[in-house]
C-alpha cells in the first residue's frame, strides 16, 4: 500500500452506487437481524446495504474520528482494532467485509490483510449467514482456505464504479456452511471447488459485472442481539497520556530532535570555503531562485566505494581494494518539475571519447570526462575547491575534495538537451549569504 494509503489507514470506501446495487442482491425478513462492518469506516457503507431494513448495526472502526461519525448513525461501534474485537460465533446473520488491501506487518511471515480478517470474523457469521466481502480479483482466490470450507453458493461480480475498477475490485458473496454440512466435505470437494474460484477470478475482464438485476437474491436470516467486545489497549487514553510520559521525553530527543535554523548576520564575509561547509552540512538547505529559476536545495551525505587495483609481480594475483567514504549530494527540485542531481564524479581512467562526452576543465588543466549514459542527459562543470586554501595544506584538500561534479536530468522533466536548457542555477555564495547574511 502506497504511503498516502497507510496515512488513511487503507480506508477506501464502497461507492454508494455499488452499495445500491449490492442491496438488491440482499433480502431482509420482516424479524430483527444483526449485522456486523468490522471496517466500518463512517458506517455509509453498511447503511446502504441495510437501507429499509429491521437490522441492528454493528460496527468495528480503527480511526477515533470516523468512528464518532459511525456512531451517529449505527447501533454500536467499537473504537479500536478489529483483530482485538471479540464477538461470539455464529452471532451475525450478515458481515460486510471490505478490508485495508495491504500486507501485515509483524516478526513472522507477513500475509495478506484480506485472508486475515476473513479468518477473524468469518467464524462470526451464523450458519445459513450471509457474506459480503469485497476485495481486489486476484486476492479472492488467497483466502481459499477460509471461502471453500466454510462458505457455500458463492457468486463473484465485478464492480463498475470508477473507484472500485481503479483497484479491480469484486464481489464475493457466500452462505455460511452449518457444523454439518463442513463434515460431509472431502478432499476431492475442497479441491474442485478451489479449481473453480480459481477459474472464476483468473481474468478480470472475464468476471460478469454487477447488475441492477439479480439473477439471484441472499436471504438474510433473523438472530438474535449481538455483543462486541473490545480487549486491545486504549489507543487514544494512551496517546493523550504520553505527552507526559517521562520515557517519551527521553525519546522524544531522538525521534523529533527539533530542526537546527541559524539567523543573522556573519561577522565576516564568508568565503567559498564556509558557503561550501554551510552546504554540504545542510545549513543551506532551502528555497532559491526566482521565476523559472526558483528551485528547492537539500544537501545530504552518502557513502561513496573507492576502488583501487595493484597487478602483483610475476604472475601473482591482481589485488582489488575498496575504500568506503562519504560524499556530499546535492538534489534540486525546480517549480517547473524539473530534477537536478549534483554529485561527485569519480576519477576515471583515460579511455577513447565516445559520441556526446562532455568535458570539464579543473584547474590543474586535466580534464575528466562524463560518460554518457543511454537514459539520461548530463551536464558537467567545475566547482571550486572547498576550502579556499591554495598554499599551505593544499595537497590534503586536493585529495579530500572532489573538482568535478555531474548533474543527471531525469527524463520529461523540461527540455530535450539539457545543455540547451543552460548551465542550472546553483546556490551560489551571493545568492545564499544573501539570504543568510552578507556575503561581502
Known amino acids: 500500500m502506497r504511503t498516502q494509503g497507510r496515512l488513511k489507514l487503507g480506508y477506501y470506501p464502497l461507492n454508494l452506487s455499488d452499495a445500491g446495487r ?32 429491521s437490522v441492528r448495526r454493528y460496527g468495528i ?11 451517529r448513525i449505527l447501533d454500536e461501534v467499537v473504537q479500536g482494532s478489529a483483530f482485538d474485537s471479540h464477538s461470539t460465533v455464529e452471532s451475525f446473520s450478515l458481515v460486510y467485509l471490505n ?18 480478517f476473513l479468518e477473524h470474523v468469518g ?33 463473484v461480480f465485478r464492480l463498475t464504479e470508477q473507484e472500485a475498477t481503479a483497484y479491480k475490485q469484486v464481489v464475493v458473496f457466500g ?45 438474510v436470516r433473523p ?33 523529533h530532535a527539533p530542526h537546527n535554523t541559524f539567523t543573522g548576520r556573519p561577522l565576516t564575509p564568508l568565503h567559498k570555503g564556509h558557503v561550501g561547509l554551510l552546504c554540504t552540512s545542510g545549513l543551506m538547505n532551502g528555497v532559491f531562485g526566482e521565476g523559472e529559476d526558483l528551485h528547492v536545495a537539500y544537501w545530504e551525505s552518502v557513502k561513496v ?25 546535492l538534489t534540486l527540485l525546480y517549480a517547473n518539475g524539473r530534477i537536478g542531481l549534483l554529485s561527485e564524479k569519480p576519477a576515471e581512467k583515460a579511455k577513447p571519447k565516445e559520441p556526446g562526452d562532455a568535458e570539464c576543465s579543473p584547474a590543474d588543466g586535466k580534464a575528466d570526462v562524463c560518460a554518457a549514459d543511454a537514459s539520461h542527459l548530463h551536464e558537467c562543470f567545475c566547482v571550486p575547491r572547498m576550502p579556499d586554501c591554495r598554499d599551505t595544506e593544499k595537497s590534503r584538500f586536493d585529495d579530500q575534495y572532489p573538482r568535478c561534479f555531474r548533474v543527471r536530468w531525469r527524463p520529461g ?23 543568510h547574511g552578507d556575503a561581502g
Open 22 to 53: 449490492l442491496r438488491k442482491h440482499l433480502q431482509f425478513s420482516s424479524e430483527s437481524a444483526s449485522v456486523l462492518d468490522p471496517c466500518a469506516g463512517t458506517g455509509v457503507a453498511l447503511l446502504a446495504l441495510t437501507d429499509c431494513a
Open 223 to 255: 438472530s438474535p442481539e449481538a455483543r462486541l467486545e473490545y480487549r486491545g489497549l486504549p489507543l487514544d487514553a494512551i496517546e493523550d497520556l504520553l505527552a507526559a510520559s517521562p520515557a517519551w521525553r527521553q525519546a522524544r530527543r531522538v525521534t
Open 123 to 155: 467464524r462470526w457469521v451464523r450458519p445459513g449467514g450471509v457474506l459480503v466481502m469485497v476485495v481486489p480479483y486476484d486476492r479472492v482466490y488467497e483466502c481459499r482456505s477460509i471461502l471453500t470450507p466454510q462458505f457455500r453458493d458463492k457468486t
Open 99 to 116: 478490508p485495508p488491501y495491504d500486507f501485515e506487518i509483524g516478526e513472522g511471515r507477513n500475509r495478506r490483510i484480506e485472508p486475515l
Open 305 to 329: 566505494v573507492d576502488k583501487t587495483e595493484e597487478e602483483g609481480g610475476d604472475g601473482e594475483a591482481t589485488v582489488i581494494r575498496e575504500k568506503e567514504r562519504f560524499s556530499q549530494r
Open 175 to 219: 452462505v455460511r456452511r452449518s457444523r454439518q454440512e463442513r463434515e460431509k466435505l472431502n478432499d476431492r470437494a475442497v479441491e474442485q471447488a478451489n479449481r473453480k474460484l480459481n477459474e472464476v477470478t483468473r481474468r478480470y475482464e472475464e468476471i460478469p459485472p454487477l447488475s441492477d438485476l439479480p439473477e439471484r437474491t441472499y436471504r
Open 61 to 71: 472502526e480503527l480511526d477515533s474520528y470516523r468512528a464518532d461519525e459511525a456512531q
Open 413 to 435: 522533466y523540461g527540455g530535450d538537451d539539457c545543455r540547451s536548457a543552460g548551465r542550472p542555477p546553483l546556490p551560489d555564495r551571493n545568492r545564499i549569504a544573501g539570504i
